[in-house]
């Protein structure tokens, strides 16, 4: 367990002025995104798939800091020697309901964020709360634990905030419509991009089709300084959503993103394109880890600066598969570990070396 003052909120990282009302609140020239990279895992086991993602932000991202806030004891074992041994990663034991009251204290939300949280059952769910609360305490760039960063993110600091978006089919407005035309065009694009899952090297294909795809916010990948507005709406959005909504799949993360962005000009949020953070779409994203030729640079966009690849799909069957052997293996045959490999080159040696 992590002791000492690291788990504690700092008044000089956390500074926030103003309240937040009906309209968010408004960023100061000199509110600037905090070289740091934050992770947040709930639960005791941390496999080596979501290790790379920590390990590729260390050695690409090009920040001061990055910080895996995790809510519970980790297992000992080889991820954690591997993580506790690398230079410029902070393993920070969080509680969450500490940091959940903070930030609804700061935003007049009484306790509202830490009963969200206590009700809420999915562990995807729960750090959809608790990443948002992380960033608006202390700024930063929040990842989830399902991506690989390919290069340094400093660009992305330029921004007062930002948010990614991806080329989905069921966006919240879609599943909600009464139009038979709707339901007809976006059924057509879902049997589409199931055939192109299916089909060997279907994400090149999808490539020529993707511009008929709706683009989704998704809150994989975003950034801002302590107290930015995106954050504390997104805090006081999710306060306001009615119990039964909240249990609802995406009601916490990429729908309720979806509902605040267009609250702000393009001058207040950047919203990137899907190249940026999603190079390979939901469902398509499975071509990550099928059998093929390891095509990575085509695969990445030039825009590239996270993959992330959706451990929420159907990529769940090869996790628990993944560790540096499994990369060294299949690392001519399979964009997932090509591009590790690529990412963390001293890692596959040291497997080189063992093997």
């Given at each position: 367990?992590?002791?000492?003052?690291?788990?504690?909120?700092?008044?000089r990282?956390?500074?926030?002025?103003?309240?937040?009302g009906?309209?968010?609140?408004?960023?100061?020239?000199?509110?600037?995104?905090?070289?740091?990279?934050?992770f947040?895992?709930?639960?005791?086991q941390?496999?080596?798939?979501?290790?790379?993602?920590?390990?590729?932000?260390?050695?690409?991202?090009?920040?001061d800091e990055?910080?895996?806030h995790?809510?519970?004891e980790?297992?000992?074992?080889?991820?954690?020697?591997a993580?506790r041994g690398?230079?410029?990663?902070?393993?920070?034991?969080?509680?969450?309901r500490?940091?959940?009251a903070?930030a609804?204290?700061?935003l007049?939300?009484?306790?509202?964020?830490?009963?969200i949280y206590?009700n809420?059952?999915?562990p995807?769910?729960?750090?959809?709360?608790?990443?948002a609360a992380?960033l608006?305490?202390w700024?930063?760039?929040?990842?989830d634990?399902?991506?690989?960063?390919?290069?340094?993110l400093r660009?992305l600091?330029d921004?007062?905030?930002?948010?990614?978006?991806?080329?989905?089919?069921?966006p919240?407005w879609?599943?909600?419509?009464?139009?038979?035309?709707v339901?007809?065009?976006?059924?057509?694009?879902?049997?589409?991009?199931?055939g192109?899952?299916l089909?060997?090297g279907g994400w090149?294909?999808?490539?020529?089709?993707?511009?008929?795809y709706?683009?989704?916010?998704?809150?994989a990948?975003?950034?801002?300084?302590?107290?930015?507005?995106?954050?504390?709406?997104?805090l006081?959005?999710?306060?306001?959503?009615?119990?039964a909504?909240?249990?609802?799949?995406?009601?916490l993360?990429?729908?309720l993103?979806?509902?605040?962005v267009g609250q702000?000009?393009s001058?207040?949020?950047?919203?990137?394109e899907p190249?940026?953070f999603y190079?390979?779409?939901?469902e398509i994203?499975?071509h990550?880890?099928?059998?093929?030729?390891?095509?990575?640079?085509?695969?990445?966009?030039?825009?590239?600066?996270v993959v992330h690849?959706?451990a929420s799909?159907?990529?769940k069957?090869y996790i628990?598969?993944?560790d540096?052997d499994y990369v060294r293996?299949?690392r001519h045959t399979?964009?997932y570990?090509?591009l590790?490999?690529r990412v963390?080159?001293?890692?596959?040696?040291e497997?080189?070396a063992?093997?």
């Amino acid at each position: 367990m992590e002791t000492g003052n690291r788990g504690q909120i700092h008044d000089r990282d956390c500074a926030v002025s103003g309240a937040v009302g009906d309209s968010p609140q408004r960023l100061s020239a000199v509110m600037l995104i905090p070289p740091r990279v934050h992770f947040c895992w709930i639960g005791p086991q941390l496999s080596w798939a979501y290790a790379f993602a920590l390990l590729s932000a260390v050695a690409q991202a090009g920040m001061d800091e990055v910080v895996l806030h995790h809510t519970d004891e980790l297992e000992e074992g080889a991820v954690l020697t591997a993580l506790r041994g690398t230079p410029g990663l902070r393993l920070e034991r969080v509680d969450a309901r500490a940091c959940l009251a903070e930030a609804g204290a700061r935003l007049g939300l009484s306790d509202a964020l830490v009963a969200i949280y206590a009700n809420l059952v999915s562990p995807s769910q729960r750090s959809d709360v608790l990443r948002a609360a992380i960033l608006y305490l202390w700024g930063g760039i929040y990842l989830d634990l399902d991506t690989i960063t390919v290069a340094s993110l400093r660009p992305l600091l330029d921004a007062p905030q930002f948010i990614g978006t991806e080329h989905i089919v069921w966006p919240h407005w879609v599943r909600s419509s009464r139009s038979w035309a709707v339901w007809a065009k976006y059924l057509a694009l879902d049997l589409l991009r199931s055939g192109l899952r299916l089909c060997p090297g279907g994400w090149r294909g999808f490539r020529h089709v993707e511009a008929w795809y709706f683009k989704g916010i998704n809150g994989a990948v975003l950034g801002g300084p302590a107290g930015a507005p995106l954050f504390a709406a997104d805090l006081t959005a999710m306060a306001a959503l009615p119990p039964a909504r909240r249990s609802q799949p995406y009601a916490l993360g990429p729908d309720l993103l979806q509902s605040l962005v267009g609250q702000f000009s393009s001058a207040e949020l950047v919203i990137h394109e899907p190249g940026v953070f999603y190079p390979l779409a939901p469902e398509i994203s499975t071509h990550w880890f099928r059998a093929g030729a390891a095509n990575l640079d085509l695969a990445l966009r030039p825009q590239t600066r996270v993959v992330h690849w959706y451990a929420s799909v159907r990529s769940k069957p090869y996790i628990a598969l993944i560790d540096p052997d499994y990369v060294r293996t299949h690392r001519h045959t399979q964009l997932y570990s090509a591009l590790v490999s690529r990412v963390l080159p001293q890692l596959l040696k040291e497997a080189d070396a063992a093997a």
